[in-house]
T-cell receptor
């Protein structure tokens, strides 16, 4: 029962470095999401995807890019990391439903990213 | 834009009921109300969701106000394992809007 798997679990970067966070789900879900979680801010949506090959901006998209080349994978990229991007990143997925908001989201356990 | 408001923290004694409130006064008519909980160092876990009617499952109950501007997550008998941060979630312009969460402390 893998569900949603995030790689890596921890990472430390220097300012200006780039990296890609990988999210993989084995539930055949149509929708996938990337969130960041900061103290006192709750979960904020970065980007999301409603299907293979499609992505859209969320609430806080600046400084991030995403790709969904395969249905089961959703990649989050930081081209030039900044200290403000230090956060815990969560990936989630949800199945297709009658209404987008009807379906529960399934979350991974997060990637803890520190930018020095 | 849609917004959810929750108390920062609440306390409960073990084996007593807990009522966790959420205000979502700008919710649209077709948006579902979801609740999730998050244990330390884990991702959020789905608890329950509903649209207009009250809902029950093995984990909790969800009471939705008639005007849908607020909801209450009910844990019927709190256990130490229920200590977590509880988030309510609705939808908005940028899809899902999570509240900042209520940290529930359960006292033995």
């Amino acid at each position: 029962n893998a569900g949603v798997t995030q790689t890596p679990k921890f990472r430390v970067l220097k300012t200006g470095q780039s990296m890609t966070l990988l999210c993989a789900q084995d539930m055949n879900h149509e929708y996938m999401y990337w969130y960041r979680q900061d103290p006192g801010m709750g979960l904020r949506l970065i980007h999301y995807s409603v299907g293979e090959g499609t992505t859209a901006k969320g609430e806080v998209p600046d400084g991030y890019n995403v790709s969904r080349l395969k249905k089961q994978n959703f990649l989050l990229g930081l081209e030039s990391a900044a200290p403000s991007q230090t956060s815990v990143y969560f990936c989630a997925s949800s199945p297709l439903g009658q209404a987008l908001s009807n379906q529960p989201q399934h979350f991974g356990d997060g990637t803890r990213l520190s930018i020095l | 834009d849609a917004k959810t408001t929750q108390p920062n923290s609440m306390e409960s004694n073990e084996e007593e009921p807990v009522h966790l409130p959420c205000n979502h006064s700008t919710i649209s008519g077709t948006d579902y109300i979801h609740w999730y909980r998050q244990l330390p160092s884990q991702g959020p876990e789905y608890v329950i969701h509903g649209l207009t009617s009250n809902v029950n499952n093995r984990m909790a109950s969800l009471a939705i106000a008639e005007d849908r501007k607020s909801s209450t997550l009910i844990l019927h008998r709190a256990t130490l394992r229920d200590a977590a941060v509880y988030y309510c979630r609705t939808s908005g312009t940028y899809k899902y809007i999570f509240g900042t969460g209520t940290r529930l402390k359960v006292l033995a």
